[in-house]
């Protein structure tokens, strides 16, 4: 279980958001949505431990995040809205690198399988750099492939410079995370329809 209780959130001298408080169970999706500038990516942040919130509480099954916060971060798997892929390297170099760095097992036959899965077979030794838009986000979302182990997922805007194909892996990815148990909380300004047990939204700078 994730819980949010009365969290306050400022940038600079902006209060972004206040008094915010939602839960989210297994087989939960939760859809932050707002303007730009609301604080979605901000509480994404706070959710994943990387900006401390200026008021509340984050808890993972009942305990503080910052307490247990080696323990939260081996249930958590985060894609931010930036791909984070190395230019220098290939596709399946930045996954095993992202994979090494999260602590998720990268053997050579799950990178291919997770590459195939994203569209990726003929790519995984070509240098990110010399890829579309769209192909660097597969290679980033192919993460996710590695992650099933991981109870909560949280991603910025994960359906960007994606085309239709891949729109159809990733809601399936989604899907089978959250059949399977999982969390799944995420920022969007497009309209995916996600089947989920549980559906929420969060509705920021109302």
């Not at 209780?5 to 001298?13: A, M, P, Q, S």
């Not at 109870?151 to 399936?172: F, G, M, N, Q, R």
Request: a neutral charge.
């Amino acid at each position: 279980m994730l819980a949010i209780i009365k969290l306050e959130c400022v940038r600079g001298e902006r209060r972004l958001f206040s008094n915010l408080s939602f839960e989210a169970a297994p087989h939960t999706l939760l859809e932050v949505r707002g303007q730009n500038g609301s604080g979605k990516t901000s509480l994404l942040r706070n959710l994943c431990g990387l900006l401390p919130p200026a008021a509340g509480a984050i808890q993972w099954c009942g305990k503080d995040i910052y307490t247990i916060a080696d323990d939260y971060r081996s249930h958590l798997a985060y894609l931010g809205h930036l791909s984070g892929v190395k230019d220098e390297l290939t596709a399946s170099e930045n996954i095993r690198m992202s994979a090494v760095a999260a602590g998720l097992s990268a053997s050579a036959e799950q990178i291919d399988a997770a590459l195939i899965r994203l569209g990726l077979r003929d790519f995984r030794d070509s240098p990110c750099k010399a890829l579309s838009q769209g192909q660097r986000r597969r290679v980033a979302l192919a993460r996710l492939c590695l992650s099933v182990t991981r109870s909560l997922w949280i991603l910025d805007e994960p359906y960007t410079a994606l085309d239709t194909a891949a729109l159809a892996v990733i809601k399936d990815l989604l899907e089978s995370h959250l059949e399977a148990g999982g969390i799944v909380v995420l920022t969007t300004h497009q309209e995916v329809a996600i089947t989920a047990r549980a559906t929420r939204r969060v509705e920021l700078g109302q």
